[in-house]
């Protein structure tokens, strides 16, 4: 059964960083492009990056220079490195396989507040 587990998330004041962790059980990431999502309160799940297996990566405008998405096939994880958050990149974050779509994670809250 295939599991998606996402941490990482916390409470952050704007301007500060951080790195959220999505790790997979029953599936191996490296044959699939990978996506972060995220959900803020009342609003629809939108895309936020997307790493393909060659490594390509492509971002939602609005985190475009200061969200990162990598992958370590290794470790069966992928990565999103937020820097410069702020107050509007609160939501809660998830991953997923885009083209094989599997049972959403419990995903991780970010909270950018001063």
């Known amino acids: 059964q295939v599991q998606l587990v996402e941490s990482g998330g916390g409470l952050v004041q704007p301007g500060g960083s951080l790195k959220l962790s999505c790790a997979a059980s029953?599936?191996?990431?490296?044959?699939?492009?990978v996506s972060w999502y995220r959900q803020a309160p009342e609003k629809e799940r939108e895309l936020v990056a997307t790493?393909?297996?060659?490594?390509?990566?492509t971002y939602t405008d609005s985190v475009k220079g200061r969200f990162t998405i990598v992958r370590d096939n290794a470790k069966n994880t992928v990565y999103l490195q937020m820097n410069s958050l702020k107050p509007e990149d609160t939501a809660v974050y998830y991953c997923?396989?885009?083209?094989?779509?599997?049972?959403w994670g419990q995903g991780t809250q970010v909270t950018v507040s001063s």
């Open positions: 997923n396989t885009p083209d094989a779509p599997r049972p």
């Open positions: 029953g599936l191996a990431f490296r044959y699939y492009r």
């Open positions: 790493i393909t297996t060659g490594f390509v990566a």
